[in-house]
């Protein structure tokens, strides 16, 4: 962003005594320069109290977090996947049927 220089100024000056006119543009130069007195108390003091929250609370280190170890599978332990599906049909005979 560009900064304004003289020339630019020149130019709102201009603008605005032609919009206000001569009688009013001082009474809202006084009220623009007293909004932005209020403005800057206030933003100094939002400032001044967050650092003073800020100084009047110890800091506390972080509490250290439990790490958990994942599980680990034994080779033995490990689930063996089928290479091809299993598709083996038993038939019942009559007395398996009849405990089923």
């Given at each position: 962003?560009?900064n304004?220089?003289?020339?630019?100024?020149?130019?709102?000056?201009?603008?605005?005594l032609?919009v206000?006119g001569?009688?009013k543009?001082p009474?809202?130069?006084?009220?623009?320069g007293?909004?932005?007195?209020?403005?800057?108390?206030g933003?100094?003091?939002?400032?001044?109290?967050?650092?003073g929250?800020?100084?009047?609370?110890?800091?506390?280190p972080?509490?250290?977090?439990p790490?958990?170890?994942?599980?680990?599978?034994?080779?033995?332990q490990a689930a063996?996947?089928?290479?091809a599906?299993?598709?083996?049909?038993?038939?019942?005979?009559?007395?398996e049927?009849?405990d089923?």
């Amino acid at each position: 962003m560009p900064n304004l220089g003289f020339p630019e100024i020149m130019i709102i000056l201009v603008v605005a005594l032609l919009v206000f006119g001569p009688k009013k543009l001082p009474d809202l130069g006084r009220s623009l320069g007293n909004g932005i007195r209020e403005f800057r108390k206030g933003t100094q003091g939002l400032k001044d109290e967050l650092e003073g929250s800020l100084k009047d609370t110890p800091a506390q280190p972080a509490a250290p977090t439990p790490t958990i170890a994942a599980p680990t599978v034994m080779a033995s332990q490990a689930a063996v996947m089928p290479s091809a599906p299993v598709t083996r049909v038993v038939e019942l005979g009559k007395s398996e049927q009849r405990d089923a």
